[in-house]
């Protein structure tokens, strides 16, 4: 029953999730898939009534044991506003995938589990196991995981100005209840499973840290973002000059462009596009340069504008192209 519970709670904080949080990131939907389906390998496993469909509720369960660690330290990072280098999370992920790919050989080869059993107790179906080999990788790495967890909280408390330390304290409290919880099933040899009920709560907890930091922060918060974008218009094209789009209030200042075909080139038939930014475009492209390019400001409407066009990157690779505009007719008001 109380895997039916933890399934159904991790179900209701990923619909939560969802409901309030307009921009979240891969590890953060990540984590509440993966907590989602282990939790339903748990209660599946309590549910079985025969050994290949406890094995294959067994490797459902292993999503958490394996994924979540990695996934836990990296939403912790970013509470403490500390960067992982992009090549460093592939690596550490392509780590995680072949271990569990191990997992999968569970039945068929001693790898991870030398044997297995099925039985049935008061709590429900459990397998009793010996361990194989990448067994052990694999708690070598969830320790390590959490290790790092508690050594970047208590590294960001020099920090106290950029991380909050009720946040801290949660996260520490979350790491030390999960590996507690871990170790004492161990020691114990507890025929019930408590993982995914401290997961749970550490899944909450952390998402609760994540959500807050991202309501506060300057650089994240969905309505300063659209607020700031109110004010300025962005068009944007790829590298081979075709029209990828624009904002709401590019298209406002420019109606053709809501005219214009996604991927094809500028059309070249009049328009305030072809007549205020077009030239100064194309001056750009043609030079060359790394440095963004101031164009002639212009007025539409009674109202003042001064546009750069600058290189669209994606992490600092080149993606193509955008002209940025910006409203600055009080600014000039008040100078003159």
């Known amino acids: ?19 309030i949080n307009e921009n979240m990131k891969i590890n953060q939907i990540l ?8 939790n339903g390998g748990y209660y599946i496993l309590a549910s079985s009534t025969c050994l290949e469909t406890a094995i294959l509720a067994n490797k459902l369960t292993y999503l958490i044991g394996i994924f ?3 996934l836990i330290f990296f939403n912790i990072c ?3 506003k500390i960067k992982i280098k992009h090549f460093l999370a592939v690596a550490l992920y392509t780590v995680q995938m072949l271990l ?20 049935v107790g008061s709590y429900g179906g459990y397998l009793t196991k010996t361990y194989g080999p990448l067994h052990s990788i694999y708690l070598v790495m969830f320790i390590l995981y959490f290790g790092m967890c508690l050594w970047v909280s208590v590294y960001s408390m020099k920090n106290k100005n950029k991380v909050s330390y009720k946040n801290v304290d949660l996260i520490i409290f979350t790491s030390i209840l999960i590996i507690g919880t871990y170790f004492i099933e161990r020691v114990l040899h507890l025929k019930f499973e408590f993982v995914p009920i401290t997961f749970t709560i550490g899944l909450f907890a952390i998402l609760i840290s994540v959500t807050k930091t991202k309501q506060y922060d300057v650089e994240e918060n969905s309505d300063i973002i659209a607020t700031k974008m109110e004010g300025t218009a962005y068009i944007v094209f790829s590298k081979k ?3 990828m789009g624009c904002n709401e209030y590019a298209g406002h200042l420019f ?16 328009g305030r596009f072809n007549t205020f930014l077009r030239q100064t475009f194309m001056k750009f492209v043609e030079s060359n340069q790394e440095h963004p390019m101031r164009g002639t400001p212009f007025s539409i409407k009674d109202r003042t504008f001064y546009y750069t066009v600058k290189h669209l990157y994606n992490r600092k690779r080149k993606m193509g192209y955008v ?3 910006t409203d600055v007719t009080d600014v000039v008001k008040y100078d003159s």
């Open 241 to 243: 000059l075709v029209y």
């Open 323 to 325: 002209i940025e505009l």
């Open 100 to 119: 569990y790919m191990s997992v999968l050989t569970i039945g068929s080869s001693d790898l991870f589990y030398k044997t297995v059993e099925f039985h």
């Open 78 to 80: 970013e509470i403490c």
């Open 68 to 70: 979540a660690p990695m």
């Open 31 to 38: 984590l509440l898939i993966i907590t989602v389906i282990g």
């Open 255 to 270: 109606p053709e462009l809501l005219e214009w075909k996604l991927e094809k080139k500028i059309p070249g038939n009049g």
């Open 1 to 19: 029953m109380l895997y039916l519970i933890c399934f159904l709670a991790s179900v209701l904080i990923f619909l939560w999730s969802v409901a």
